[in-house]
């Protein structure tokens, strides 16, 4: 089985300022990356996913993630923030070798101050 | 093209009660999840279906259960209903069924169980 790890439930940071939003992992076989933006009362959007190749992956909005195998981490970061990447984000990872079984983290709550 | 839509937005039961819950997948996706975010948690994977067959399903109990179209479009279907149950319910689609594909979320829809 695998989980994951949100380090952080609410980060405010003001606008233009970088922010690194942490997100470990566990699993015992191969996993893919994912992660997922929600903005309030709507569905998940895909902002970025790992699943092989490059341990840099570039997203949209600005946001990368830096896949780290030895440290079962995969931190999103965005070099400047603005009001409108207020939102919730979590990280999710799946097991390679199965079905879609996608497990979430608990979620980050990302506020820009102006 | 529309994306993954899904019916009702709203829906307000009472215990015991039982609810269908209706998602049609964005045109070509083959590939249905369901998931149940409680306020305040990440989503938790309940149901895969692929081509009408399920492919996987998470901790929940049997008063949960989901069904496939030939169109492609799925019903969740809960029972017997808890106040536990108040939850959005997310749909999400993809192409195929493997773990490391896209899925393309719905807006959810919201249930409140009194």
């Known amino acids: 089985a695998q989980s994951v790890t949100q380090l952080d439930s609410q980060v405010p940071v003001f606008e233009e300022a970088p922010v690194e939003l942490r997100c470990n992992y566990s699993?015992?076989?191969?996993?893919?990356l994912f992660w997922y933006v929600q903005y309030p009362n709507q569905g998940l959007q895909l902002l970025l996913k790992?699943?092989?190749?490059?341990?840099l992956v570039k997203g949209i909005n600005g946001f990368e993630a830096e896949f780290n195998k030895s440290q079962t981490s995969f931190h999103l970061r965005k070099p400047s923030v603005h009001i409108s990447d207020t939102a919730e984000y979590f990280c999710a990872v799946t097991a390679s070798g199965g079905y879609q079984k996608v497990t979430f983290g608990i979620g980050t709550k990302l506020q820009v101050i102006p | 093209d529309a994306g993954v839509t899904q019916s009702p937005t709203h829906l307000i039961k009472t215990r015991g009660q039982h609810v269908t819950l209706r998602c049609s997948p964005i045109?070509?996706?083959?590939?249905v999840s369901w998931y149940q975010q409680v306020l305040g948690q990440g989503p938790q994977f309940i149901f895969q279906y692929y081509e009408k067959e399920e492919r996987g399903r998470g901790n929940f109990p049997d008063r949960f259960s989901a069904r496939q179209f030939p169109n492609y479009s799925s019903e969740l279907n809960v029972n017997a209903l808890l106040l536990g149950d108040s939850a959005l319910y997310l749909c999400?689609?993809?192409?195929?069924?493997?773990?490391?594909?896209?899925?393309?979320f719905g807006p959810g829809t919201r249930l409140l169980v009194l």
């Open positions: 790992y699943l092989s190749g490059s341990t």
């Open positions: 999400a689609s993809s192409l195929g069924p493997t773990e490391g594909e896209t899925q393309y």
């Open positions: 699993s015992s076989v191969s996993v893919y």
């Open positions: 045109s070509g996706h083959k590939s």
